[in-house]
C-alpha cells in the first residue's frame, strides 16, 4: 500500500510569471504559472480501441548524433528523470505551449483528497474562462483545525500563450492574470482521509475520517452560499449521518453512479481490517437518510485500498487490497466475492471502472504498474481466484501508483498518479509498434511539479481538465493535446 497522506510540503514548484491571484481568505493562494454472478453481458459488445494516432512524447533518435547536432538543438524531447535526475537546487519550468490551462493552488494545510461537484453551468462547455466547484478535506497538523472545505473557482483563463511574444490578439484575449477564488468550510472531526460527492445530489458528501467514523455531509447550505443564493439556510456544520462501526480507519469509498430508483445514494466503505460496509438509502422523517448493514462484506485477507462500483448495475462492484487481488461482488448472492483476480504480487492501491467501456477495469499498485483488465473474460466461479491476464499492461512510473481515473467521456483515455510525483495520460487506442521503445507509444502527458501527488479526478463537465491534490497543493489543468 502507499504511505498514509503525510502533511509534508514543498519540494519542486512549476514557476510562472503570473501574478498571485484575488482570494478573499488567508490560507488559499493561487499561482498561474453481471445476470449470474460474475457474467458481464457484453459479449457483443467490441472495445472502441484501435487505431494509430496519438501525439508524441518523446523525440525520435536514430544513434546519428553528429550528423543532425545543427536540427537536434530545436527539438523537444522527453525529459527522463531516472536518466537525468535534477541537481540540488534545481527547478522545474514548463512550457506553457504544452497546456491550454494551468492553475495552481496553494494551502496551509494539505488537502490530499477532493471531489469536482456536479454544478449548473452544463456539460461539455468548453468556452474559457471556465469556474469549477470543489469539496477538499484537510490533513492538519492538530485534529480540531481540519476542515471540509466547499470551494468555488472562476475566471479559470487559458494559459496555454503566456510565454509566447508572438500570440495573436485574440489569443491574449482569453488570459487573465486573475483566476477567483471564494470558499465555505465547515469543521471536521479528525483528518479527512477520503472524500466523494454523490453524483446524483450535488452537496451530498461523504468522508473517511482518520478516527475510524465515516460521515455523511448535506454542504447545499454552502454551495448556495457561495453562488450568491439568499434565504433560509440549514445548519451544515454537523454531518447528517455517522457511522462508527469500523473497526479500524480505511480510505476505500464511492458512491453507486446509477440511478436507478433505490440505487441512487448506496455508498460502500472499506477499511483497513479487510471488512467493506453496504450503505443503503432509506426515507426519513427529517428526509433522506441511510441504513448501514451491521454485518460486513469479507473477501479479502488484507487491508481494503479502494472500491468501485459498476457504471451500469446497480448490485456490482469491485474491490482491490493489499493481498494483491481484485475481487468483485454481487450483492445479490451474499457477503462474499462472487470471483476475483491477482491482480499485482504487490499492494493493488487503486481501481477505475471504465464508465464508457463497462468491461474494462484498470488498476494501479505498488510496483508501480498500470493494468488494464477485460471482465468479459472473468470465469465464474465463487470465492476463488481466476487466471486473468492484462489486456495491457503499462509500465513507467517508477513508485507506487496512488490514484487511476478513466477520462469521463472517452473510453479509451486514463490518467494516473504516483508517488513519484509525475501525473501521466495514456491513449489505449494508440497501436503499440514498438514495445521496447524508451517513451511508451499510448503515453500522451506527462504532467510534473507537484510534492506526494494523493488523487486525480478529471472533472465530469468540463472535457479535458484534471484536477490533481498533493502535499503541496491542487492544479487545475488541462493538456494541449
Known sequence: MADHP???????????RRKDAMTDYEDFEFEDPFEDAYEVDMEDEEPAYGGDEGMEVGADD??????DDEGAEGMTRAWRPDLEPLEPGQKLDYDSSAYDMLHMLQVDWPCLSFDFLIDQLGVQRTKFPHACELVLGTQAQKADQNKLMVLKATELHRTKNDDNDDASDDELDDLDDDPVLVFQFVPHPGGVNRVRAMPQAAGIVSSWADTSDVHIWDLRPLIESLNGKVGHRKDASKPVHTFTGHPSEGFAMDWSP??????AGRLLTGD??????????VASAGGAGWEVDKIPLQGHTDSVEDI???PTRPDRFASCSVDGTVQLWD???GKAPAVGFRADELDVNVISWNPTAAHMLASGSDSGRIRVWDLRKVEKGPNKLCDLQPWADLGWHRKPITSIEWHPTEDSILA???ADNTLT????????????APVPEQLMFDHRGQEDIKELHWHPQIPGVIGSTAGDGLHLFKTAN
Open 6 to 16: 503525510s502533511s509534508s510540503s514543498g519540494g519542486i514548484r512549476v514557476k510562472k
Open 62 to 67: 536514430d544513434g546519428d548524433d553528429d550528423d
Open 258 to 263: 446509477v440511478s436507478n430508483p433505490g440505487t
Open 272 to 281: 483497513c481490517d479487510r471488512f467493506i460496509y453496504s450503505w443503503i438509502p
Open 308 to 310: 468501485q462500483w459498476s
Open 331 to 333: 450483492l445479490r448472492a
Open 416 to 418: 494516473a498518479a504516483s
Open 425 to 436: 495520460v495514456w491513449d489505449l487506442s494508440v497501436k503499440v509498434e514498438n514495445p521496447d
